[in-house]
């Protein structure tokens, strides 16, 4: 991971940083790709309202202008809401699209891959998601795999996530990350949540204690050349949870709808899709599960790491 990709800390994360204070990296392809507008903005703020009052320095992380922002001021939020409202198409940045985007001077959203490579060049430990990419349903055929899944190899972060996306294949998913030798531990549960749902069927350890998780995350840390990320994953709370056998009827259309797609384009479609067929249930319950991960990793991030 030896990316030299130039980065603009705003004043409040480098103070942090500088001070050993707790900061907690968010993702940004949410706000540009998951969620319509203007729930995105108001979700921005939301989380990063929810960092504040756990004494965590808020980092959300994007591309503005070929620059790699790590930490939104409120200046870079007005002028990404300006370009959205002016319709200027906005990239959806894996780690692997930075190098052009930043020749190039381009904006966009920057998924968890891209995300957890310029937190970690900032020395953040900790990122909250929504849910992370994976293994997607057809990988037999597309081979459809997210580079989300490489990056949770080779970047050493904690990284709290609702599970992974439910569009996905949950077992492949679940067998990459085994093989890119990634520990899952589920925060007081024992199934790894599928997005939506609590439950997906697949089990996984159950970590309880903030303590434990620190203890796991530095001697994973201290004992590795390359050592990779801790993902922890977090169900959405009960009350906002949408039943597997409830949503799954609708994912299996949104799948059939989107058999023309292929690449980056597919999880902002399927997602769009959901958003239409559930009425607005699924976008409810992504910024409740969006909002109970960052509660989780600030949480996290005011341990000892
Ligand atoms: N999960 C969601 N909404 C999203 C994403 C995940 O519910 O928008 C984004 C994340 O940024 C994730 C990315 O890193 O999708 C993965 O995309 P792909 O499958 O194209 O690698
Ligand atoms: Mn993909």
């Known amino acids: 991971m030896n990316s030299n990709f130039p980065l603009k800390v705003s004043p409040a994360v480098a103070q942090a940083l500088a001070a050993h204070k707790p900061v907690l990296a968010l993702e940004s392809t949410v706000i540009t790709h998951g969620l319509p507008y203007p729930q995105n903005f108001a979700i921005l703020t939301a989380l990063e309202a929810i960092a504040d009052q756990h004494h965590v320095v808020p980092a959300t992380i994007c591309v503005l202008d070929g620059e790699c922002l790590i930490g939104m001021q409120s200046s870079d939020i007005e002028n990404l809401k300006s370009k959205i409202l002016q319709g200027e198409e906005l990239q959806k940045l894996a780690w692997r699209d930075l190098p052009l985007a930043i020749v190039r001077k381009a904006s966009g959203g920057t998924t968890v891959s891209a995300t957890m490579a310029l937190a970690h060049k900032a020395g953040i430990k900790v990122f909250a998601t929504g849910g992370i990419g994976g293994v997607h349903r057809a990988w037999q055929k597309t081979l459809d795999i997210s580079l989300d899944i490489k990056s949770l190899?080779?970047?050493?972060?904690?990284?709290?996530?609702?599970?992974?996306?439910?569009?996905?294949?949950?077992?492949?998913?679940?067998?990459?990350?085994?093989?890119?030798?990634?520990?899952?531990?589920?925060?007081?549960?024992?199934?790894?949540?599928?997005?939506?749902?609590?439950?997906?069927?697949?089990?996984?350890?159950?970590?309880?204690?903030?303590?434990?998780?620190?203890?796991?995350?530095?001697?994973?840390?201290?004992?590795?050349?390359?050592?990779?990320?801790?993902?922890?994953?977090?169900?959405?709370?009960?009350?906002?949870?949408?039943?597997?056998?409830?949503?799954?009827?609708?994912?299996?259309?949104?799948?059939?709808?989107?058999?023309?797609?292929?690449?980056?384009?597919?999880?902002?479609?399927?997602?769009?899709?959901?958003?239409?067929?559930?009425?607005?249930?699924?976008?409810?319950?992504?910024?409740?599960?969006?909002?109970?991960?960052?509660?989780?990793?600030?949480?996290?991030?005011?341990?000892?790491?």
């Open 153 to 305: 190899a080779e970047i050493p972060l904690i990284v709290v996530c609702a599970g992974c996306k439910a569009i996905l294949d949950i077992g492949a998913t679940l067998e990459a990350l085994e093989t890119a030798n990634v520990p899952v531990y589920g925060w007081q549960c024992q199934d790894f949540p599928s997005f939506y749902s609590r439950n997906s069927g697949y089990k996984i350890p159950e970590i309880s204690k903030l303590s434990e998780i620190a203890e796991v995350y530095r001697l994973m840390s201290e004992n590795a050349e390359q050592a990779p990320a801790l993902l922890i994953a977090n169900p959405i709370p009960e009350a906002d949870e949408i039943l597997y056998s409830d949503i799954e009827p609708h994912i299996r259309q949104a799948l059939k709808d989107a058999q023309a797609l292929s690449g980056k384009a597919v999880t902002p479609y399927l997602l769009d899709k959901l958003a239409q067929s559930t009425a607005g249930k699924s976008v409810t319950a992504n910024l409740a599960l969006l909002k109970n991960n960052v509660r989780l990793g600030a949480l996290i991030a005011g341990e000892r790491l």
